[in-house]
């Protein structure tokens, strides 16, 4: 009776330390698994960062060009309007030489 007893006893010793051993490997593996998950938060939250300073930096790249782009639509009217003036006092001109033309 005493040694099944003993038996029984080796037993559940043997299958409490494997437990235990298996409990140890998957704490170890939780841990491992936590601070994979704290790397990969960091990295989520470092790239997001990263976005939100590009897109800013692309926003004011745009406007920008948009204030570029509004410059030079103004500086292209202005010049169409002094080669519109000029043709207009050419052909003025024109017109008087060809009268005064005429009139000799």
Not at 1 to 15: G, H, M, N, T, Y
């Amino acid at each position: 009776v005493i040694a099944e007893l003993d038996a029984e006893r080796a037993v559940a010793r043997k299958e409490a330390d494997e437990a235990k051993r298996k409990l140890q490997a998957l704490t170890f593996e939780l841990e491992e698994m936590h601070i994979k998950l704290t790397r990969s938060e960091t990295s989520v939250s470092n790239l997001r960062a990263q976005l939100q300073a590009q897109t800013e930096s692309a926003a004011r790249e745009l406007r920008q060009v948009q204030a570029e782009r509004d410059e030079a639509e103004v500086r292209f009217r202005e010049m169409q309007s002094s080669i519109d003036q000029t043709s207009s006092g050419v052909q003025g001109l024109a017109a008087r030489a060809e009268a005064a033309a005429k009139q000799s």
